[in-house]
Nanobody, 123 residues
Framework: QVQLVESGGGLVQPGGSLRLSCAAS????????IAWFRQAPGKEREGLSCISSHDGSTKYTDSVEGRFTISRDNVKNTVYLQMNSLRPEDTAVYYC????????????????WGQGTQVTVSS
C-alpha cells in the first residue's frame, strides 16, 4: 500500500524559503515518478514540479522555475521541494503525488496522493 506524507509547510515572509518533504512508503523512487502540486482556495490544483523514476530528470512549471528545486533521497525514500524567493501568491496547500515511472503535469495521471501541507507566505 502506497503512502505519501508531506511535511515542512508553515508561515514564511515574502522572500523567505521553505523545504517540503514527501516521505514515501510502499513504493521505491526508482520505479515511481513523484510530483508536487498545490491548490489555493478557489483555484484548480496546479502541477509545479516532477522528478522521474529512472533517471531522476526534473520538470518545472514556469511560475516556479528558478525558485523551486525538486530532489530525492533514494535511501530515505523521500522527495524534497526546496522553495526560495517565496511570494504571497505561493500560498496554497502543497501535495505530493506518485505515478509509475513517468511524469505528467496532469493530476489525473497520479494514483496516490499525500494529505497536503499548508504553506502561507505573508508579512
Amino acid at each position: 500500500q502506497v503512502q505519501l506524507v508531506e511535511s515542512g509547510g508553515g508561515l514564511v515572509q515574502p522572500g523567505g524559503s521553505l523545504r517540503l518533504s514527501c516521505a514515501a512508503s510502499g513504493l521505491t523512487l526508482d520505479r515511481y515518478a513523484i510530483a508536487w502540486f498545490r491548490q489555493a482556495p478557489g483555484k484548480e490544483r496546479e502541477g509545479l514540479s516532477c522528478i522521474s523514476s529512472h533517471d531522476g530528470s526534473t520538470k518545472y512549471t514556469d511560475s516556479v522555475e528558478g525558485r523551486f528545486t525538486i530532489s530525492r533521497d533514494n535511501v530515505k525514500n523521500t522527495v524534497y521541494l526546496q522553495m526560495n524567493s517565496l511570494r504571497p501568491e505561493d500560498t496554497a496547500v502543497y501535495y505530493c503525488a506518485a505515478a509509475r515511472v513517468f511524469c505528467s503535469a496532469t493530476s489525473s495521471w497520479y494514483d496516490d496522493w499525500g494529505q497536503g501541507t499548508q504553506v502561507t507566505v505573508s508579512s
